[in-house]
């Protein structure tokens, strides 16, 4: 591991330009997501509540991603981005307004937060899938997988503390307006990217039956249905234990805002750090190995975290548990778009979006659900566990070689599983 190989994807003017406009804002969708929380929180005194909020920002990236993959197999990936991008203005602009005039209703949060969950179905393959046209040289595809990745991780160490200052200070409508000016960075840098005409790669056919060869393609490549199984458990089962930071904050640890933007934030700060190891990787490495390790760790973290009462142990815990949850996404991002074909990787991808993000509702419904029954400190510990049976079930996928998927070439020609997906259609894509 060399950390002079951590940016290299930069020298690519149109990646830069990319990463920069997308991290102001994500930090700002950070500094919203976590005022929003806070608020369903203090209104309700209801864990559910913050599960069902979850629930309505999360769970119509399940439903729709599919077809937010096949969009970004089917047309100009950048044009995708930029109108999600625009709805996503919209929806925090509009939270920023009902709330400044005080119009505060847990209705019309959840309503908001679903418009945006929608724009987030579409835009989140259309986006990962993009990296692949923005670099230049292609051997440093892993590295911008893994540094793009990092965009959510990096957000959420600063996205979670300037809320805690501004929540303090100032008020959630404050956050929210805050989000709503920084989508002006991401719209102004897709419209500066130069992105070479892309090449449609699959013959336009019903919608259907588009979706019907991506699921049959991630059933018959189990290098990337077996991530997707892993991905789908962690997700579902583990990470939901972010909901459960509030009460830690102000039952817990007696505290406020301020104190549950620190927990927050020194999650966040686990989760760049896990990014950057990741990406300062050398090609070649066996990021399945690592994933393993990383969910070892997020469950040992867990199940410290859960009895501990000490708030400067439990930020040093939190920043392992984020170390280890939020290194699971990356991961398997880079594991699957490496082992898809380029006809394919638009709908591999969404199906990566319905396991990563369409599953934490879920679960955050069932965790909320459960709270009621069992205690905080309880929950915890008991994902933790989960994490390390996790790891323990998969330890054989996990300690295989990587296989990723390889070009035709004279001397290497396509396998016939790649074959009846690798379409040579040289048509440009609809814009």
Known sequence: MSFANTFRSFSSRNYSLFFFGQ???????????TAVIW?????????????LTTFAEQFPSFLLSPAGGIAADRYNKQKVVLISQIVAALQATALAIVYIIGFREIW????????LGIANAFEVPARQSMVNDL???KEDLPNAIAINSSLNNLSRLV?????????????????????????????????????????RTTKKKKVSADFTDGLNYVKQNHEIGHTLLVLTMVCL??????????????????????????????????????????????????????????????GAALILFSYSRYLVLNLLLGTLCGFGAMSVIPICNTIIQLASTPAMRGRAVSFFTMAAFGTIPI????????????????????????????????SKFLSSDMKPYNA????????????????????????
């Open 23 to 33: 991290l102001i804002s994500r930090i700002g969708t950070w500094t919203q997501r």
């Open 39 to 51: 608020v369903v929180y203090t209104m309700t005194d209801s864990v559910f509540m913050i599960g």
């Open 108 to 115: 019309l949060i959840l309503l908001l937060s679903v418009l």
């Open 135 to 137: 670099i230049d040289n």
């Open 159 to 199: 996205g979670p503390a300037i809320s805690g200052f501004l929540l303090a200070g100032y008020g959630a409508g404050v956050c929210f307006a805050s989000n709503a000016i920084s989508f002006i960075a991401v719209i102004a840098s897709l419209a500066m990217m130069n992105v070479p005409k892309e090449i």
């Open 237 to 298: 089962l583990v990470n939901t234990y972010i909901n459960l930071i509030p009460v830690y904050a102000r039952e817990i640890f007696k505290g406020d805002a301020a104190t549950y933007g620190y927990l927050s934030a020194f999650i966040g700060l686990g989760a760049v750090i896990s990014t950057l190891t990741i990406a300062s990787r050398k090609p070649g490495h066996n990021l399945k190995r690592t994933l393993r390790n990383n969910i070892v760790i997020l």
């Open 363 to 394: 679960g955050s419904l069932v965790l909320g659900w459960l709270s009621k029954y069992v205690d905080t400190e309880n929950l915890i510990l008991a994902q933790g566990i989960i994490a390390l049976l996790i790891a323990a079930g998969f």
């Open 408 to 431: 035709p070439t004279p001397d290497n020609p396509v396998n016939e599983h790649n074959e009846k997906y690798l379409h040579k259609s040289k048509d440009p894509v609809a814009g």
